[in-house]
């Protein structure tokens, strides 16, 4: 997996991109939280769930279904997080479906059960350059943890921040192209 911190980095990037007026604080919130929530699965190792279980790591708390009741939780909360209840859901359960997506492009681990429930299988990308992060945060503060950091830079924040200003600028254009229009 990347680091946790690693996976805010599409909801952070698609909140800037699209900017405040469509993308609340509070909705951006929810999607960093959801981004970040399937690897609250780690605490299944505590209760004696295995890896390779259905709901051990990167089981079904990354699949798309999970996404999809994230997004159909932040429905509910829309108001609350000062969003219509279509941008809550697509927000959320796009911020949370990241995660996933963002696993499977790691070099390590068994893969994502993205399918589940509908299958068990887990599944990488063909193309994995993500330096797979340990469990433990000790092993961030040494040489590996240096590279693990390089490669997620490189692979994860520099090509979100790039998505956020090309999806910020047309945006902007966009939106002077409509005020022209008025």
Known sequence: MPTI??????????????GVHLI???????????SMA?????????????YAD???HRGASHSLAFAVMLG?????F??????????????????AASHGLLDMLTNGGLGVAVLWPFSAERFFFPWQPIAV???????LSDVRGLAIFCSEFLWVWLPAATCALILR???????????AIE
């Open 24 to 34: 609340s604080r509070r909705l951006q919130l929810a999607g960093v939280a959801a």
């Open 38 to 50: 399937p690897d609250l699965d780690v605490a299944g190792f505590h209760w004696h769930i295995a």
């Open 54 to 56: 259905a709901f051990g």
């Open 169 to 179: 600028l047309m945006c902007i254009r966009f939106r002077s192209g409509i005020d």
């Open 5 to 18: 911190i690693s996976h805010a980095a599409v909801p952070l990037a698609l909140g800037f991109g699209f």
């Open 78 to 95: 829309a108001p609350n997080l000062k969003a219509g209840r279509k941008a809550a859901f697509l927000f959320v359960a796009c911020s």
């Open 133 to 139: 992060a340990p469990f433990g945060l000790r092993v």
């Open 72 to 76: 159909l939780l932040a429905v509910t």
